[in-house]
């Protein structure tokens, strides 16, 4: 079938400045803080894990209009069984690096805590998803999402995406509330728990997707009710709510607060659990995108004209979609070339600015290692190799006319 290229560009933008923002160096360094993270609450993390989301609901929902809905939940499900021997593969190679590489104990300890081989209570917990090194975190939440992602899909293709999206809700409200404390607690007591991020709360984010993919695989989106060039006040109302929440992240990062203002904001700007704060952030962000990239080369604003084409130049450059394309190998591989590049600092850091951003450079291009190899094996196979379905594009082409105003 056919897909997206843009949202393989989108995903090959997130694994990049995930990579920048997990990349540590002593005394920290400052090509990361060219970052749309600091200017914002929308991050990398939220922007992959919806598009994974919406992909699956793409995806899967037209192998199950296509093939049946049985084909389509054993291939969510075999996903889920590949993402699981990545992530635990990774927890495998970071273990047997650890005696090889005497000085981890202390430059790795903040990412693994008690996790080695000589704990085998904590091994036992992170091979059950339960105990999760920093930067793997994120691969346990998509085995749940895609272990529970079929009845959901299967709801969503019969129209009762409604239901769906009230029982996301009120998981995502449960954890606001703080009400799966207690089942935390009670699981930490028979094994050890370490997880940053809470999987009841971003799958918020994945099951979002899910259910517009899933609208998107039955052609029931009209993209031109949506984002209308007559009609731009909800990308004005995001806009405007992206500049307030922009304000509020340059005065934390810069300036130290009155403790009451502090405190009750980092309530509500929990990331871990997906506060409000980074909901309506992304929410709106990725509205206004969306509207811009559709709707901003038919408008009269030579500003938004000129954006548009940025953005979707940006996003279609062909080692990002490289990138997003085989996605899981080149997230599971920057998770190792992290680690390792950790080492490197320490054992022969501190490095000068220069050479800091030569590392980051390099290893952005190291990315692409996984990907060019899947590629390379791809193209040997006849038949191999994506395909874009005009039915899918986002926006049309510069020679189609703008949709005349809807009244």
Request: proline share 6%.
């Amino acid at each position: 079938m056919g897909r997206l290229t843009i949202l393989d560009g989108l995903r090959g933008y997130f694994l990049v400045f995930m990579f920048l923002n997990h990349l540590t160096f002593t005394g920290g360094y400052l090509l990361v803080k060219i970052n749309h993270d600091e200017l914002g609450f929308v991050e990398g993390a939220q922007g992959f894990v919806f598009l994974s989301g919406l992909l699956a609901g793409l995806v899967h929902g037209q192998r199950a209009l296509r093939r049946g809905f049985g084909p389509a939940a054993s291939a969510m499900w075999n996903r889920a069984a590949e993402i699981y021997a990545y992530a635990l593969g990774c927890v495998l190679i970071i273990l047997a690096l650890q005696p090889l590489l005497p000085g981890s104990q202390l430059y790795w300890r903040h990412w693994l805590g008690d996790l080695n081989f000589g704990r085998a209570r904590h091994v036992a917990a992170s091979a059950l998803l339960l105990y999760q090194p920093d930067y793997l975190d994120i691969l346990p939440q998509y085995i749940v999402y895609l272990l529970v992602a079929p009845p959901l899909l299967w709801l969503c293709l019969r129209g009762r995406w409604a239901w769906v999206a009230a029982g996301c809700i009120a998981l995502w409200l449960a954890v606001q509330l703080g009400a799966h404390l207690p089942v935390a607690a009670a699981l930490d007591r028979l094994l050890p728990l370490r997880a940053y991020f809470n999987v009841l709360a971003w799958q918020l984010v994945f099951m979002a997707g899910l259910m517009i993919g899933a609208a998107m695989a039955q052609g029931r989106i009209d993209w031109d009710r949506l984002f209308r060039r007559d009609r731009p006040e909800l990308a004005i109302v995001a806009a405007v709510l992206l500049l307030f929440f922009a304000v509020w992240r340059i005065l934390f990062n810069n300036f130290a607060l009155p403790e009451p203002i502090a405190a009750r904001f980092q309530v509500l700007a929990n990331r871990g659990e997906f506060g409000i704060v980074y909901l309506l952030n992304f929410a709106a962000a990725a509205y206004a995108m969306t509207w811009v990239i559709r709707v901003g080369p038919a408008t009269t604003s030579a500003l938004l004209r000129r954006l548009a084409g940025l953005l979707s130049s940006l996003f279609n450059l062909s080692f990002l979609r490289l990138l997003g394309r085989h996605s899981l190998q080149v997230y599971a591989w920057h998770v190792i070339v992290v680690y390792l590049l950790r080492a490197v600092d320490h054992d022969w850091g501190p490095f000068d600015e220069v050479t800091k951003t030569l590392i980051a450079v390099t290893g952005i291009a190291l990315l692409a290692i996984p990907a060019l190899l899947l590629e390379r094996l791809s193209a040997a196979r006849p038949g191999a190799g994506p395909g874009v379905s005009p039915a899918l594009k986002l926006r049309a082409t510069p020679s189609s006319p703008p949709s005349p105003p809807r009244r």
